[in-house]
């Protein structure tokens, strides 16, 4: 979108606002985020996944998030979010001349209560997770992001008293076509997703029993959005598409969402989970697993509150016949104490290894919110993680699936051996209430790496990871 066409649409949300301001609440909100990155041997070869590209290590970026709630009363408001998501100075929306489009919406949902009750419906483009506890960030298996990552979703949420209430959701995540598919043989052409949460609360102690059912049609994604999280490695000796035996296929997830405050001011938390992706499929096409971590948090400290966190999951075994042994997921968000080997919380995007949790097991202590000076606050993480996949079976995978890269990756998908040690220490200086001056580092060693598996021209490139970023957040 050009700059003109920008102005314009932002004074159309404006003019929009003012028009209905008469009869209903017009309340704005977002953030602006500017910031460098220096990121050397990305991928610990300063390669691309697939080794098929250089990095250029110094890269400037920018981004803009916009939500506008039009609330008639506390009880009914409509949501609309906007963003100019996460690009780099020259490229993108950001070049100097005939700039490509770059304003998208991301929320877009009515959320009220039902007249009499105290029923909340969301319907919509809205955040959609399951349960997680807080100081893992999010989800591992289907994360909002912070609403970053939004479905087209009805979600109702039902009180049954002040400590127990029901929520359900139904999801449709893809769709290839719309009113109409591209031939008369009818074929499964969505992804839908089904959602039941029960969170209990009573005096410092709440947990969350869910589960979650998704049917995957046939023709439903063509691109492979979700490729690398639901599929096995074997999957990819088939050409007919996926799920292969039947028109749709069904998955499933259960979990256990856990925290304890009554021993305030320390805190523990705890999730497990239990997922298996496309069951009556051959068997060499299932992907089925666990994962469980747990950490504990100290806040009788006003001027750091630390933490430790473990977690562990199931590794793929030695044979492709019996399909992946890694837990399923679709748009996983998780990491310990805001660690830079994985995608998380960090305040800046395009800045952590992304090492990929299922198929691991790993400690992470985070010292977070340390402030020995005003308007400073500082977190340092130190985390190692180390495979529990089999080598044999990782090796298979890079060769069934086409190459390094392609479905799993050196450094961010560990065999048993290999292991990585990460240190991030991140500060954010508040020049005013709202402004904030951040920096980020990182440091990710990897170690153990297996010829056999990535072979000699990855392993031999493997370096260690330095990254650092500075810049700008702007919270309106």
């Given at each position: 979108m050009r700059p003109k066409h920008l102005i314009l649409a932002l004074a159309l949300v404006l003019a929009t606002a003012q028009a209905a301001l008469a009869a209903t609440?017009?309340?704005?909100?977002?953030?602006?985020r500017v910031y460098g990155v220096f990121f050397a041997n990305r991928n610990f070869t300063g390669?691309?996944?697939?080794?098929?590209?250089?990095?250029?290590?110094?890269?400037?970026?920018?981004?803009?998030r916009l939500r506008t709630d039009f609330a008639a009363n506390e009880n009914l408001k409509f949501r609309f979010g906007m963003r100019v998501d996460d690009e780099a100075w020259g490229h993108g929306y950001l070049t100097a001349a005939n700039p490509e489009a770059a304003i998208e919406p991301y929320l877009a949902y009515?959320?009220?209560?039902w007249p009499g009750t105290g029923v909340e419906i969301t319907a919509g483009y809205q955040p959609l997770a399951v349960p997680h506890t807080e100081v893992f960030y999010d989800s591992i298996v289907l994360a909002a992001d912070d609403g970053d990552q939004a479905s087209a979703a009805l979600h109702v949420n039902i009180p049954v008293n002040e400590n127990f209430s029901v929520q359900a959701a139904y999801g449709r995540l893809l769709a290839a076509n719309r009113t109409y598919q591209d031939t008369t043989t009818q074929i499964g052409d969505a992804f839908d997703i089904y959602h039941l949460a029960l969170p209990v609360t009573v005096d410092g102690f709440s947990a969350t029993p869910w589960g979650l059912v998704g049917v995957y049609g046939k023709g439903s994604d063509p691109d492979d959005h979700f490729a690398?999280?639901?599929?096995?490695?074997?999957?990819y000796l088939s050409t007919t598409g996926y799920p292969y035996k039947d028109?749709?296929?069904?998955?499933?997830?259960?979990?256990?969402?856990?925290?304890?405050?009554?021993?305030?001011?320390?805190?523990?938390?705890?999730?497990?989970?239990?997922?298996d992706a496309a069951p009556a499929d051959r068997e060499r096409n299932r992907r089925r697993g666990w994962f469980f971590d747990a950490g504990v948090t100290y806040s009788g400290f006003d001027w750091m509150l630390p933490g430790v966190f473990?977690?562990?999951?199931?590794?793929?075994?030695?044979?492709l016949g019996n399909g992946s042994e890694r837990l399923p997921v679709i748009t996983p968000k998780w990491g310990p104490g805001t660690s830079f080997l994985?995608?998380?919380?960090?305040?800046?995007?395009?800045?952590?290894?992304?090492?990929?949790?299922?198929?691991t097991w790993g400690l992470a202590v985070s010292l977070r919110d340390i402030s020995f000076v005003e308007k400073l606050t500082n977190r340092l993480t130190v985390a190692t993680i180390a495979g529990t996949n089999s080598p044999a079976g990782l090796?298979?995978?890079?060769?069934?699936?086409?190459?390094?890269?392609?479905?799993?990756?050196?450094?961010?998908?560990?065999?048993?051996?290999?292991?990585?040690?990460?240190?991030?220490?991140?500060?954010?200086?508040?020049?005013?209430?709202?402004?904030?001056?951040?920096?980020q580092t990182g440091f990710a060693s990897p170690q153990g790496l297996k010829t056999s598996i990535w072979g000699h021209r990855f392993t031999n490139q493997a370096q260690d990871a330095w990254m650092g970023s500075l810049g700008f957040l702007y919270t309106f």
């Open positions: 609440e017009v309340r704005m909100a977002g953030d602006a390669w691309d996944e697939t080794g098929t590209q250089t990095e250029d290590r110094t890269t400037f970026w920018q981004r803009l009515l959320q009220f209560k690398a999280g639901l599929r096995s490695a074997a999957s028109n749709q296929n069904a998955m499933w997830w259960a979990g256990l969402a856990l925290t304890v405050e009554a021993l305030d001011p320390v805190k523990f938390y705890f999730d497990g989970i239990y997922g473990g977690w562990v999951a199931s590794g793929e075994d030695s044979s994985f995608d998380c919380d960090q305040d800046f995007a395009n800045n952590s290894i992304g090492v990929d949790p299922t198929g090796r298979k995978a890079v060769l069934v699936s086409g190459g390094v890269g392609q479905y799993v990756t050196m450094g961010r998908n560990l065999a048993q051996g290999e292991w990585l040690i990460g240190v991030n220490l991140d500060s954010s200086y508040a020049i005013t209430e709202q402004l904030s001056l951040t920096m």
